[in-house]
């Protein structure tokens, strides 16, 4: 059986380069197709990571915990106790990088020309700034200091909306646990710029002790977030912290938090897998082109082969050996081409012509195309079962030859 | 004991509304051992006979042995298997493998029996030696004379020591000379290894070398006779 093999292999790939110029032609459309599907796979990845790493940002946090009815009715009411015992030590174990406690709840910010609701934030900003979940820009003033900072950090759509700037008070005004308003006067320190008006508009930063101690919640928090070295993983992760959690809390992964967000990821991966899908299709065509031709040609050849007793299946194998043989050279070709292309592009592309459109999606004017691994294993698997599949039309007709009309063939 | 059996064969063939009988009813015991030829005019039945002795073409009716082995009862991977371990064929057109060399040619029918690599590359060359084709191993077929291509078919055909040998016009595209050498060599394979040859032919020269010459026409055998063989003038 050995044998039979190397003499098909060996028939397979002589057969391969008997028209040299239609095999690199052939090899040429592989080639270029495997390229495009991962260079197009890089781009969506890269663009669906950012929108994911934007949203994470604004999240944010990978994990969360909230008191098990937070999510329901994010009021002070549904506070939980700071980390301690068992979630406390998960937090303080790898893969957790950083963790904060953080006051997030509803509530009313006016100035003298206006109010709004807004989301307030009481946060540590040391804590915070290991989680990377503070503003990146800030375009006036700075931002808070401690979690004793007694001033407040806006956005600057907030800051227009309201009439206000820079060194003005403001007042903020929520519930306490007994659902008593409670109101305090703070000066805005800082005016942060987002990527979307919307984030501005929504969220205000103030000291956590400061805000703990408006609200009458004492040291309680409405949430912490957690975050590990690699967002996508987290499903690997996040069971631990929610075993090591008292029964009265829920721990959730980003994925869960932001259905959106998370279903992105899934959809980068479908979509990746349908224009692969898609392209193999076009280049199909010209691989059972070239098999059939090949078959055609070789009519005489394949039935002298059957007539000195080589088993059909043999033929079939050898036919199918071609193809693979022409994929995957292809293959190695396109991931070659894939690589030296897509490499130099992972610093980034500026995409600012155009990055309006995509700030709505959530995304920079920075594109960074990704080449993942898995993409180019997923365009070998397309590339090697489509293309087998569609060689086994060729290579079945060809076994099939009577080997007496075959050898009588002009 | 009959190296070949075949008993009230019979073959038809439709070419457009036109029903054409390859064979009818054909009888014919070949001996081991045997030097036949069958002759007769194109169309007379000849290949097809050859092809349904070689389990090439299946008959409609009739019975066909070969060995001990009936060849109208073997499926198609069987017949493979019968035609790869049992019987050399030596076509018209040379037929051999484009892309593999003179010896490659010879070792391929070896290769798909499994012999191992050593012992078939010494079977390879010295039956290409014995074809009188020493240097041209690495040759491919189409750096070689239609004589010698004819060899290397010849080569490939006895390599792995059939006991069986169907030649179908084997010299119609060889020069006298080429034609003369290549019958002396199954002369003398015959002989000395007591390969049975079965040779279709329409050239009276080749039909001289025949120790038992069955001729036919319009798909029945008409003559079956015993000679004296003789060699070919050139």
């Known amino acids: 059986m050995r044998d ?142 401690s979690a004793d900072d007694r001033g407040v950090v806006i956005g600057a759509s907030l800051a227009s909306r309201l009439e206000t700037r820079l060194g003005k008070r403001v007042v903020i005004m929520s519930q306490d646990p007994d659902n008593n308003v409670v109101d305090r006067g703070a000066r805005i320190v800082g005016i942060y710029r987002a990527r979307l008006a919307g984030t ?74 349908i224009f692969m899908v898609v392209v193999f299709l076009a280049l199909s065509f010209g691989l059972v082109n070239t098999l059939v031709m090949a078959v055609f040609e070789r009519v005489r050849e394949i039935g002298l082969m059957q007539a000195l007793g080589m088993r059909p299946a043999l033929i079939v194998l050898q036919i199918l050996l071609e193809s693979l043989y022409l994929l995957c050279l292809g293959l190695l070709l396109g991931n070659l081409l894939a690589l030296l292309t897509i490499r130099p592009l992972e610093s980034g592309i500026d995409i600012s012509s155009v990055a309006q459109g995509m700030e709505m999606m959530g995304m920079g004017t920075t594109l960074y195309p990704v080449l993942a691994l898995q993409d180019m294993g997923m365009s070998t698997a397309v590339v090697v079962v489509l293309g087998l599949l569609a060689s086994l039309g060729p290579a079945w007709r060809a076994a099939r030859l009577d080997p007496v009309a075959a050898l009588n063939k002009t | 004991m009959s190296t070949i059996s075949c008993k009230n064969l019979c073959k038809t063939f439709r070419q457009g509304e036109e029903v054409i009988t390859g064979l009818d009813q054909v009888c014919l015991d070949i001996e081991e051992g045997s030097f036949v030829c069958l002759s007769g005019p194109s169309g007379s039945g000849k290949t097809t006979l050859l092809n349904a002795m070689g389990g090439l073409d299946s008959p409609d009716s009739g019975e066909i042995t070969v060995g001990e082995q009936r060849l109208d009862q073997l499926s198609k ?83 792995n020591q059939p006991a069986l040998v169907l030649a179908d016009e084997p010299t119609a595209n060889l020069d006298t000379h080429s034609a003369a050498q290549l019958m002396d060599l199954f002369v003398t394979l015959n002989q000395e290894r007591g390969i049975t040859f079965v040779i279709s032919t329409h050239d009276t020269r080749v039909m001289g070398y025949a120790r038992r010459l069955v001729s036919m026409r319009d798909g029945r055998i008409v003559g079956d006779e015993q000679q004296e063989p003789h060699t070919m003038a050139v």
Do not use: C, K
């Not at chain 1, 929610?242 to 809390?249: I, Q, S, Y």
């Not at chain 1, 932001?258 to 990821?265: E, P």
């Not at chain 2, 290769?111 to 690495?138: D, I």
């Open chain 1, 4 to 145: 039979s093999l190397a003499v098909v292999a060996t028939l397979a790939w002589r057969n391969l380069w008997r028209n040299h110029r239609r095999t690199v032609v052939m090899l040429l459309a592989i080639a270029v197709g495997v390229w495009a599907m991962i260079f197009m796979s890089a781009l969506m990845r890269g663009m669906t990571d950012a929108m994911v790493r934007n949203g994470l940002h604004t999240l944010p946090g990978e994990v969360q915990v909230h008191h098990v009815d937070y999510r329901r009715d994010p009021s002070v009411v549904n506070s939980m106790q700071p980390p301690s015992g068992s979630l406390l030590r998960a937090l303080q174990a790898p893969p957790v990088i950083a963790w904060a406690g953080r006051v997030r709840v509803p509530a009313v910010l006016a100035s003298e020309r206006g109010n709004r609701g807004v989301t307030l934030l009481g946060i540590d900003p040391v804590a915070e700034a290991q989680l990377d979940s503070l503003p990146q820009t800030m375009v006036q003033g700075r931002f808070l200091q």
């Open chain 1, 200 to 273: 501005e508009d929504r969220f205000v930063y103030a000291g956590r002790a400061v805000i703990q101690d408006m609200l009458n919640m004492d040291e309680q928090l409405s949430e912490v977030a957690i975050t590990a070295d690699d967002y996508r993983n987290v499903d690997a992760w996040y069971p631990a912290i929610a075993a090591a959690a008292d029964a009265g809390l829920e721990v959730l992964p980003w994925t869960e938090l932001d259905i959106f967000l998370g279903t992105m990821l899934g959809v980068q991966d479908g979509f990746a897998l």
């Open chain 2, 77 to 159: 991977a069987e017949l493979a298997d019968m035609r790869l371990n049992n019987i050399g064929f030596v076509f018209q057109a040379y037929n051999l493998i484009p892309v593999l060399s003179a010896r490659e040619n010879v070792e391929f029918v070896m290769q798909v029996q499994g012999v191992p690599a050593r012992q078939r590359r010494e079977l390879a060359l010295q039956v290409l030696a014995e074809v009188g084709l020493t240097g041209l191993e690495q040759r491919l077929p189409a750096e070689m004379s239609g004589g010698q291509q004819q060899r290397v078919a010849v080569a490939r055909a006895i390599a």
